[in-house]
Nanobody, 131 residues
């Protein structure tokens, strides 16, 4: 079982990036996949989630900090989940991770999205927004 992020890099303020999370060893369509980020000296933040294909209960989540700018989506044929990031701000600079705790829905409470301790995580990809 493996999750591999890619697509990070250096982008100018207001620019866009699309991150990819490629799943290996399992069919990602069956599970909710989340995106998290962690900036130096800060706690990890859950920013987006997409539920399993066909899920109607808590099928998506966006944190208040990215709502309206980020979009999460799937390509089932590629077994990949994407995070499209538009209107990037300096505070979006962080290492971005994708992960799953094998639930079908996005388990969030208010603006908080966290995973169970047994979640599987990718290695992360750096996003740097320059002014």
């Amino acid at each position: 079982v493996q999750l591999v992020e890619s697509g990070g890099g250096l982008v100018q303020l207001g620019g866009s990036l699309r991150l990819s999370c490629a799943a290996a060893g399992f069919t990602s369509d069956y599970y909710a996949i989340g995106w998290f980020r962690q900036a130096p000296g800060q706690e990890r933040e859950g920013v987006a989630c997409i539920g399993a294909v066909g899920t109607t209960y808590r099928s998506t989540f966006y944190s208040d900090s990215v709502k309206g700018r980020f979009t999460v989506s799937r390509d089932s044929a590629k077994n990949t989940v994407y995070l499209q990031m538009n209107g990037l701000k300096s505070e979006d600079t962080a290492v971005y991770y994708c992960a799953t705790d094998w639930a079908g829905h996005c388990d969030y409470s208010g603006n908080n999205y966290v995973l169970a301790d047994f979640a599987s995580w990718g290695q992360g990809t750096q996003v740097t927004v320059s002014s």
